[in-house]
């Protein structure tokens, strides 16, 4: 078996090639441009090699190395992923004090060369790529959902400066009206010293849904009484920060129909659980990656970084400990907002729940007992291809 360790870098890779069962190393650290040319560089020195002797790795790192991983794979060679940070580890436990490109591939090396029983990498398939497509998108919704959160906030924040009993007028926010008003007038101020009648075009809206109980005449009232302070720089900010939300909103949707699509695509047995919609099912199978990877529950637990701490010291042993909180920050967080519709929805889950809270346990500790759970079934409905059936759960 001949190893193959790849440092990826931007502009260009270093690879080198060692025996695994000698520790020889066949060919040193050598760069080649991250272009076509240089791929095919790259292919020319593995060609002595039959591809089934060859286990290539890299760092799963950034994106500067999808397209060498694509292009391996449309090859049919085998590549393995390593944690960044166990390649680091591996160096600081080997008393490394330099770090570069070349050495790094050595590193990479050594890390593929670890006792089967605990390979600290993972085998990609290229019938898996697509999964990275699905990453990038349930990562990017995440992302803007974040950002929404920071620009609504600064919303309120400009509302209570202007108008600050507007919200108390609205049973929800940032409907249509609300939005609308605030964008055209941006302040109590010029609510007050508007026509009504112009104000009564903005409360005439066509379409479905309930009608406000909120009145023009009662807005411009309100504005009269107002304690807001009048502010052109609050009002363009308003103006703007509405913009850019309603922009998020519509670049979300978009986002959101293209993960439905791949959803649909993969038609995963995930979604036959209570809770899971198409974002967060396809955001959990992209975080997870390949299924195969994994050889028992524990394992994805432990990728989600949802696993207890278990710490014990000669006659001490922690009762008490936090989750690890390691592997997908994606993941996580995606298991922690559905796991609450996924008790509401299934009994079984219910009950978990509830037996964690009379044992003693905190609301959030319920949750995390809760998740594993999930997890576990998770992955037996990924490995057996089953649906699921909340009389099978104990």
């Known amino acids: 078996m001949k190893l193959v360790g790849i440092d990826i870098g931007k502009n260009k890779h270093f690879f080198c090639i060692m025996d695994k069962v000698t520790g020889e190393i066949i060919v040193s650290p050598t760069s080649f441009l991250n272009n076509k040319d240089g791929f095919d560089f790259f292919i020319q020195k593995l060609k002595p090699y039959s591809k089934d002797s060859l286990l290539i790795g890299m760092e799963d790192t950034g994106h500067y190395h999808f397209s060498l991983l694509k292009y391996l794979l449309d090859n049919h060679f085998t590549v393995a992923l390593i944690n960044p940070k166990t390649t680091d580890f591996t160096r600081k436990l080997q008393g490394g004090i330099i770090k570069n490109d070349e050495l790094d591939t050595f590193t990479i090396c050594d890390v593929l060369d670890n006792h089967e029983r605990k390979k600290l990498y993972r085998i990609t398939k290229v019938n898996r790529f697509d999964l990275y497509e699905q990453k990038q998108l349930t990562r990017h919704h995440h992302n803007l959902k974040e950002e929404l959160n920071v620009y609504t906030n600064r919303l309120q924040k400009s509302i209570d400066i202007v108008f600050p009993e507007f919200n108390s007028l609205f049973k929800s926010k940032y409907g249509t009206i609300y939005m609308n008003i605030l964008k055209t007038f941006g302040s109590a101020d010029n609510i007050a010293n508007t026509d ?12 479905r849904g309930n009608r406000i109980s909120l009145t023009p005449e009662k807005l411009k009232e309100c504005a009269k009484a107002s304690i807001g302070i009048p502010s052109s720089s609050e009002e363009i900010k308003i103006k703007h920060l509405i913009d850019q939300i309603e922009l998020i909103n519509e670049q979300i949707s978009e986002v959101d129909k293209k993960i439905e699509e791949f959803s649909v695509q993969n038609n995963s047995p995930i979604l036959s659980i209570p809770g899971i919609s198409h974002f967060s099912g396809t955001s959990i199978l992209a975080e997870l990656g390949d299924i195969c990877n994994y050889s028992k529950p524990s394992q994805i637990i432990k990728f989600a970084g949802v696993a207890p701490y278990h710490y014990e010291s000669s006659q001490y042993n922690a009762k008490h400990t936090t989750i690890t909180k390691k592997g997908s920050k994606y ?10 519709p996924v008790i509401r929805y299934n009994p079984v889950f219910q009950q978990y729940y509830q037996l964690k809270l009379s044992q003693g346990k905190g609301h959030r500790c319920a949750q995390g007992h809760c998740v594993r759970k999930l997890l576990r079934i998770i992955y037996h409905l990924l490995t057996t291809n089953q649906q699921f059936d909340p009389k099978l759960l104990r």
């Open 196 to 207: 009504i009648r112009i104000l009564r075009k903005y409360f005439d809206i066509k379409g």
């Open 331 to 340: 993941l996580r967080k995606t298991l922690y907002q559905i796991i609450l």
